[in-house]
Nanobody, 120 residues
Framework: QVQLVESEGGLVQAGGSLSLSCAASGIMFSINMGWYRQAPGKERELVAV???????NYADSVKGRFTISRDNAKNTVYLQMNGLKPEDTAVYYC???????????????WGQGTQVTVSS
């Protein structure tokens, strides 16, 4: 059974930093690992994604402030968030496009979500 376990988010003042991690278990391999977020009343949006080869892509809104990385040996993805703004407040979800053990196809898997709140 595939599971994605995220670290706790938190409350931080504007301009501050926060780091998230997400460990995946039960997967044979993953293509992409990434982070999405959903603010109240808004649709879920991509924050950052990184390929198994380490190529990152970022939403324009976080470029230059957030850094995504991954440890393939640990099936873990990280998100370092610097220069946080109130508009970064959202529930952050870990995601991977992966193949689980006993599964024949790739599919998306999601973490449970973690709240990040940035106060002004």
């Amino acid at each position: 059974q595939v599971q994605l376990v995220e670290s706790e988010g938190g409350l931080v003042q504007a301009g501050g930093s926060l780091s998230l991690s997400c460990a995946a278990s039960g997967i044979m391999f993953s293509i992409n690992m990434g982070w999405y977020r959903q603010a109240p009343g808004k649709e879920r949006e991509l924050v950052a994604v990184i390929t198994s080869g380490g190529t990152p892509n970022y939403a324009d809104s976080v470029k230059g402030r957030f850094t995504i990385s991954r440890d393939n040996a640990k099936n873990t993805v990280y998100l370092q968030m610097n220069g946080l703004k109130p508009e970064d407040t959202a529930v952050y979800y870990c995601n991977t496009l992966a193949r689980g053990y006993g599964q024949s196809q790739l599919r998306d898997y999601w973490g449970q979500g973690t709240q990040v709140t940035v106060s002004s």
